[in-house]
């Protein structure tokens, strides 16, 4: 199948600052010259901003995202304060919801005098805990509470029948970002390790205990969730959708995990017979079922009151706050200080009542036009990723022709849901901030607990309208780009055509590759897990991304600190995938036409320096340690390093040589879309 030609071109008559004083599209100020593009295009391209933006003390990194964060954060605020102050909103409307939410999370003076108060209940609760029944039944009563001791439980998508809602079960239940803080033997480890403990014990000397017993509930914690860790799928082992794909009845589940009250579980949640059921890492939940058996009450008790102070400590007095920013801000990612309490609770409002601030947004902030153009890049964009399937060499026409299938049939959803969500059944009320935390919360939980077993609502999005990201549903064959996002550098309407298809343009590729990537691939158009491929075809594919592996494998960011080709491939390939798109997009609207240069840079070059500038950030070396080893996305400086440096237009463009430092030769770059 082939894809009808659809080429449109931006306007670019605003090459320079306007009368408001908007920054030009490429700004020279913000890159260095002194550095060779062939040596680092990162610095080249970003080096000047990089200087003139230190990380801020409220930030454990600073860049184009974080940018538009900010300026999301001012324009959602105003929206609340506009919200907060109607007086004679109706009860029970969503402007009563937001005003609020947001108010009592901005009484100090209430939050202070309760202190710890508001989880008393369920710390008494935990505490009469008596035995393995007891524990099940509150280890469910806290799924409700949106809290997810050793295991989330949710329902998705079947990935082999895309078109049902199923329960799901995926491993959890640890305190730090990642398997490896609890397995690894180097230094930095295990000084974390013990950062963590003392962070636990302070904790639980916060609500009461002596230090002598918190040191040991702090313990009993640590070793428990190192066993955790020890059956835990790694983050690497968790992107393979088939290893994690294993569907099965309760009887089943009983019979693989017999230690687990699965009967009791189910029950408590009001959800006796739950249907199918993907059980995420079957050997995971053997090794929980074996620590359930193994493991004494007051283990439990120390556990399962950590989890609850960890889900809550944000939401009670300052000094919960402060001491869970120390460890997760401070030490674990190097962050001076927490952003400002409006700013905090304005994320929270966001979250828990995210489309219905949303709608507001979108009203206030969203034209038209930007919709309308987005919809023209993205049929260029389809257009472009269908040219290219038909000339690759190394795949067979059989498969070809089930990938053009597979990229018409992609969805795209722009800027807002055309259907919102409906928040008529949450309740809430004004200066309880704990409270409504919970009331949104278990409003989540149960919306989402509803959908199993029921076909899916493919109108539904994913991410909030005031979200500055995108994203690929495999389940669904869908690209999403939410309002936020669509505002420079992403998407700038006074650039020229060459910076905003390697901006945007580069953003709606890489979601279309990621149904292409090594885990999108695996996915049919109908969004099931479903091999497609031909063996020749997937050995030929594998090869090509393998290089690729190699490439990240060998890119030292930090010290000695290499990126993880393996983790990050999917979003690798998206970026590869996302640059040949775009630019081969571009090229078909310029219909064998050069423009003339603009300050000096070719279109070519301002294309992939447009690229460039939407990864620069500054980071602080203990947020990009932890990045390395949880991330899915490379860095920005790899993200910018390494892709181009594939593609042989980007070669011309800015004439790399072997000896530049960055050079590929061409039996090691990857070509793959």
Not at 39 to 62: A, L, M, R, T
Not at 78 to 101: C, H, M, T, W, Y
Not at 107 to 114: F, M, P, Q, S
Not at 411 to 438: A, E
Request: with cysteine; proline share 5%.
């Amino acid at each position: 199948m082939s894809v009808l030609v659809l080429v449109s071109s931006f306007s670019a008559f605003a090459q320079s600052k306007d009368n408001k004083g908007m920054e030009k599209a490429i700004c020279k100020k913000n890159m260095d010259p002194a550095v060779k593009p062939g040596d680092n295009f990162y610095e080249y391209v970003n080096g000047g901003w990089i200087k003139d933006h230190p990380v801020p003390d409220e930030y454990s990194q600073y860049g184009a995202f974080t940018i538009l964060y900010e300026e999301n954060q001012k324009k959602l605020r105003s929206l609340i304060k506009k919200v907060s102050e109607q007086e004679n909103a109706p009860k029970g409307s969503v402007a009563q919801k937001i005003r609020d939410f947001y108010n009592s999370g901005m009484d100090t003076v209430a939050i202070e005098k309760l202190g710890y108060k508001p989880i008393e209940k369920e710390l008494k609760k935990i505490s009469k805990l008596k035995n393995k029944k007891d524990v099940t039944e509150y280890l469910a009563t806290m799924q409700t509470y949106g809290m997810a001791p050793l295991f989330y439980f949710f329902a998705d998508a079947d990935q082999r029948n895309s078109a049902m809602e199923i329960a799901n079960l995926y491993q959890g239940g640890l305190g730090l970002p990642d398997v490896d803080y609890y397995l690894s033997n180097d230094d930095a480890s295990k000084k974390l390790r013990a950062a963590y403990v003392e962070h636990l014990t302070k904790m639980f000397m916060l609500i009461g205990e002596k230090e002598d017993e918190a040191k040991k509930s702090a313990q009993a914690v640590m070793d428990f969730e190192t066993k955790l860790a020890k059956v835990s799928f790694t983050r690497v082992e968790q992107r393979d959708p088939i290893r994690n794909y294993n569907k099965m009845q309760l009887a089943q589940l009983k019979d693989s995990v017999p230690e687990f009250d699965w009967d009791i579980f189910f029950k408590t949640l009001g959800l006796e017979n739950p249907g199918d059921i993907n059980v995420g890492q079957v050997p995971f939940f053997k090794g929980m079922g074996q620590l359930v058996n193994n493991t004494d009450m007051n283990t439990w008790k120390a556990y399962l009151t950590w989890n609850l102070l960890d889900a809550s400590a944000n939401y009670l007095s300052k000094e919960f706050v402060k001491q869970n920013f120390d460890f997760y801000g401070k030490t674990l990612s190097g962050q001076p200080q927490m952003k400002p309490r409006w700013k905090r609770v304005l994320g929270v409002v966001s979250g828990g009542l995210g489309e219905a601030l949303g709608q507001l947004y979108v009203e206030e902030y969203f034209p038209a036009s930007s919709k309308e153009r987005m919809v023209t890049l993205v049929n260029n964009l389809r257009t472009a990723f269908g040219q290219r399937i038909e000339n690759l060499d190394w795949m067979t026409d059989e498969t070809k022709a089930k990938a053009l299938d597979k990229l018409g049939a992609i969805t795209v959803k722009i800027g807002y849901p055309d259907k919102w969500k409906d928040y008529s059944k949450l309740q809430i009320v004004p200066g309880s901030y704990f409270d409504n935390i919970i009331a949104v919360r278990e409003f989540g939980f149960n919306r989402n607990l509803k959908k199993i077993g029921k076909p899916v609502d493919r109108a539904e999005w994913g991410m909030t309208p005031q979200t500055v990201n995108a994203y690929y549903n495999p389940s669904n064959n869908e690209i999403v780009f939410p309002a936020a996002i669509l505002q420079p550098p992403f998407f700038n309407p006074d650039a020229d055509d060459a910076v905003n298809y390697g901006a945007i343009g580069v953003v709606i590729g890489h979601e279309m590759t990621h149904g292409f990537d090594d885990q999108g691939r695996q996915y049919d158009k109908e969004g099931n897990l479903n091999d497609w491929w031909t063996d020749a075809d997937a050995k030929a594919f594998s090869k090509k991304t393998d290089k690729l592996v190699a490439l990240y494998d060998n890119y030292v960011v930090l010290d000695s600190l290499h990126v993880n080709g393996k983790l990050t491939l999917g979003e690798n390939i998206a970026d590869l995938g996302g640059l040949n798109i775009s630019y081969q997009a571009y090229q078909n609207t310029l219909n064998g036409k050069t423009p003339a240069p603009i300050d000096g840079l070719t279109s070519d070059q301002r294309f992939y320096m447009g690229f460039a500038q939407v990864w620069r950030q500054s980071i602080r070396p203990k947020a990009m340690a932890q990045r390395l080893k949880t991330d899915v996305h490379s860095p920005g400086e790899a993200r910018v390093n390494i892709p181009p440096f594939n593609i042989d237009a980007f070669i011309k463009a800015f004439d790399v040589k072997e000896g530049d430092k960055l050079f590929i030769p061409k039996d090691k770059r990857a070509y793959i879309w």
